[in-house]
Nanobody
Framework: QVHLVESGGGLVQAGGSLRLSCTAS????????MAWFRQPPGKEREFVAA????????WYTDSVKGRFTISRDNAKNTGYLQMNSLKPEDTGVYYC???????????????????WGQGTQVTVST
């Protein structure tokens, strides 16, 4: 069982930056992949980024490439999402997810991930 807690959300102006953190409890974080999803207001949850268990492989949705960076520190049981050049369309509730053995072709599907945090709100103003 993995318990996840996100932090770092807030209100920021367009062009600004935020860093989200996802702290995990449980012994399996270091052997599990991690992802960030977001749910814009009135829309379905969507994939943002993912990283494999050791941080060597990353995946991003096209709209955040070059602006967001996913990373992890297994010694701290924590994952991160550095968000730069934020846009109003980045607004939403951001969730981290953890699971193991998810094939790369499925990482963008929220249904593939078993463990979720409670979410943190990110609001980007114009």
């Amino acid at each position: 069982q993995v318990h996840l807690v996100e932090s770092g959300g807030g209100l920021v102006q367009a062009g600004g930056s935020l860093r989200l953190s996802c702290t995990a409890s449980g012994p399996t974080f270091g052997t599990s992949g991690m992802a960030w999803f977001r749910q814009p207001p009135g829309k379905e949850r969507e994939f943002v980024a993912a990283v494999n268990y050791n941080g060597e492989n990353t995946w991003y949705t096209d709209s955040v490439k070059g602006r967001f960076t996913i990373s992890r520190d297994n010694a701290k049981n924590t994952g991160y999402l550095q968000m730069n050049s934020l846009k109003p369309e980045d607004t939403g509730v951001y969730y981290c997810a953890v699971d193991d053995n998810i094939p790369p072709k499925l990482i963008s599907r929220s249904s593939a991930w078993d463990y979720w945090g409670q979410g943190t709100q990110v609001t980007v103003s114009t």
